[in-house]
């Protein structure tokens, strides 16, 4: 009877510090759960510092108002249409430019952007030097791929339009997002003392976004979204499509946007490459065509 009694004891001490441990690791899990949010919330609201604007201003950077100076440019369309490659009687021909525009666009400066985005967040915020010289870097990389110089100049025109916008829009005041804004006011001032021809469109893209806190996701896709916009906007005002037609085949473009994102996001400056030489050489006639409204 003695030895049952003591067996039961053990067995009701055992089961109390059994409970006791569950006990005491539930609340350990709480506690660490607990941490982990207040971690999560910390970060979060670190970003949303970071960022004051938010998605707000991913939709001020694909407004039409928003004046970077891309509807001054056709992107060889023009040179195309002159040369009889898009015509306004044939809606594929203009279909087809499209999809060689965007596949160009996703090849050839999607990496450019996704770099610049990357190097642009990487570099230390208190450090504008080091952000600056990544920036140059592969800026200058960016003027070896073009390979023709209608192109490269509209680049370096749109660039200058970017840049000059962003630090007039974003970089104004004292908050720490203004202070990251004026490291491009350094960037301005050492392309021209380091003899670079000129600041890259797609590099300052990259730039710009990160510095606003956007993703590299929404800024990929953003970059392509623009590029859509801007063919349709010249092909409207060259007469080869209405602006109601317009309308739709951008709506009816978004299965193929999507796949060109899926298939080339996220890949680095040593991936950039032309798939389209007919439109290289096309946009390289533009400055011989008799009569133009566009730059390039």
């Given amino acids: 009877m003695i030895l049952s009694r003591e067996r039961a004891r053990c067995r009701t001490s ?9 006990a005491r690791e539930q609340e350990g899990s709480w506690t660490g759960t607990q941490r982990q949010r207040r971690r999560s919330a910390k ?6 510092a970071a960022s004051p604007a938010g998605d707000w201003a991913l939709w001020q950077m694909v407004d039409s108002l928003y ?3 891309g509807f001054a440019h056709s992107l060889g369309l023009e040179a195309a249409a002159q040369e009889g490659l898009v015509t306004a009687q044939s809606p594929e021909s203009l279909r087809r430019f499209l999809s060689a525009s965007l596949h160009q666009a996703a090849n050839f ?3 450019i952007v996704f770099s610049a985005h990357r190097a642009t967040s990487s570099a230390a915020a208190d450090d504008p030097a080091m952000l600056v010289d990544a920036l140059l870097a592969r800026n200058a990389e960016a003027t070896a791929l073009y390979s023709n110089h209608v192109a490269r100049k509209a680049s370096f025109a749109q660039g200058a339009a970017l840049l000059r916008l962003a630090l007039s829009t974003y970089g104004a005041g004292v908050e720490p997002r203004a202070r990251r804004f004026q490291a491009l006011l350094t960037l301005r001032k050492e392309f021209k003392r380091r003899k670079h021809a000129g600041l890259h469109h797609a590099v300052l ?7 606003l806190g956007l993703t590299a996701d929404a800024t990929q896709r953003m970059y392509l979204f623009v590029t859509t916009r801007d063919v349709l906007s010249a092909a409207t005002r060259l007469n080869l499509v209405g602006p109601l037609e317009a309308a739709r085949l951008q709506f ?3 299965p193929l946007l999507e796949r060109v994102y899926l298939a080339k996001k996220d890949r680095e400056m040593r991936d950039s490459y032309s798939s389209a030489p007919v439109l290289d050489l096309v946009q390289a006639m533009h400055d011989q065509l008799y009569t133009r409204i566009f730059n390039s």
């Fill in 252 to 254: 009816e473009t978004a």
């Fill in 43 to 48: 970060m979060a609201t670190e970003a949303a």
């Fill in 109 to 111: 400066a999607l990496p």
């Fill in 14 to 22: 055992a089961g109390s510090g059994s409970i006791a441990k569950a």
């Fill in 67 to 69: 004046p970077t100076g």
């Fill in 205 to 211: 893209f990259g730039a710009v976004c990160a510095l």
